[in-house]
């Protein structure tokens, strides 16, 4: 029941059932997107930011990279929209995580649901295939 009720919340707040919102996306609009929003910070080639893993002195970490070097693929697909919508501390206060300081900003308001999925496409569309099927089995089957 916990798990129908997991799924049914997903659908309800995006459109799409976990784990497979990433399919059949626009890669060009999602790579058009991701440089005119998100390469500004995490780099024109996924790159990230310099020592992405050392905090600033706010406690805040820079910008990871979201090639297969950074920790983009660790997370499943919702955890990426949501972060990506409400911005990072929203994300994760969400889900219970209130001691993360994150620098991310959400893009609710000035992206769609659908661009940010295809954002999120392109970016895994660079993954190496091994790295994209370890990344798709963090997301719940699709039923």
């Known amino acids: 029941m916990k798990r129908i009720l997991i799924l049914a919340a997903c659908y309800v707040a995006t459109g799409a059932i976990a784990g ?3 399919d059949n996306r626009d890669l060009t609009n999602g790579q058009s997107f991701y440089a005119e929003q998100c390469s500004s910070c995490h780099g024109a080639n996924l790159e990230g930011q310099p020592d992405w893993r050392t905090p600033d002195e706010d ?3 820079p910008a990871p990279p979201h090639d297969e070097t950074g920790h983009t693929w660790h997370h499943d697909n919702q955890l990426l929209f949501e972060y990506t919508r409400l911005g990072g501390e929203d994300a994760l206060s969400a889900r219970g995580v209130t001691s993360f300081a994150s ?3 959400g893009f609710g308001d000035v992206l769609t649901d659908d ?7 392109y970016i895994r569309s660079t993954w190496p295939e091994r790295v994209q ?3 798709a089995g963090r997301n719940p089957p699709h039923e």
């Open 20 to 22: 497979h919102e990433l």
């Open 103 to 105: 620098g991310m900003p």
């Open 59 to 61: 406690g805040v970490l």
């Open 115 to 121: 661009e940010i999925w295809d954002i999120l496409a």
């Open 133 to 135: 099927e370890i990344q």
